[in-house]
């Protein structure tokens, strides 16, 4: 059986997102972001993010149907190893705001169809006697004597 890209799967997730406003001290930002991670971390599954983030004074935004490929290639490693429910490290900066991808759903892809190993059995079987039939028509011809009158 073939194996599926994991970088296909479906993503819904919810982004957790705190800013800050101009002028804010370096200290109060990084204060305000070792109590959101705190605070993410609290977080029981995405039924509670709304709530929860609001209490921490964040934003979310839900996106649903979301390919793991169309992540940044280091999102991409961290959302692959989440479980759902779990959320990745805080990650932004200041000037665009601090964030967390919440994992709520995940729809793996198929496994690409191919052969089974009954079928790969049956077309080698099948090649060998041709093949087979195949020298026997030859060896037929070459000792075949023909007379002509």
Do not use: H
């Amino acid at each position: 059986m073939l194996m599926a890209d994991p970088r296909d799967a479906l993503l819904s997730l919810k982004q957790i997102q705190i800013t800050f406003d101009p002028g804010t001290s370096q200290e109060a930002a990084q204060k305000r972001v070792a109590s959101f991670a705190e605070g993410v971390q609290n977080i029981r599954g995405c039924g509670d993010a709304e709530n929860a983030a609001a209490q921490l004074g964040a934003n979310v935004v839900t996106n649903d149907q979301i390919r793991v490929r169309a992540l940044p290639d280091q999102l991409q490693n961290i959302i692959l190893q989440l479980q759902v429910g779990q959320s990745t490290p805080p990650f932004g900066s200041f000037e665009e705001g601090v964030r967390v991808l919440m994992l709520c759903g995940r729809d793996d892809p198929q496994a690409a169809a191919g052969p089974d190993f009954d079928q790969i059995m049956g077309q080698l079987e099948e090649e060998r006697i041709e093949k087979r039939a195949q020298r026997y028509l030859r060896d037929l011809r070459n000792d075949a004597f023909i007379e002509y009158n």
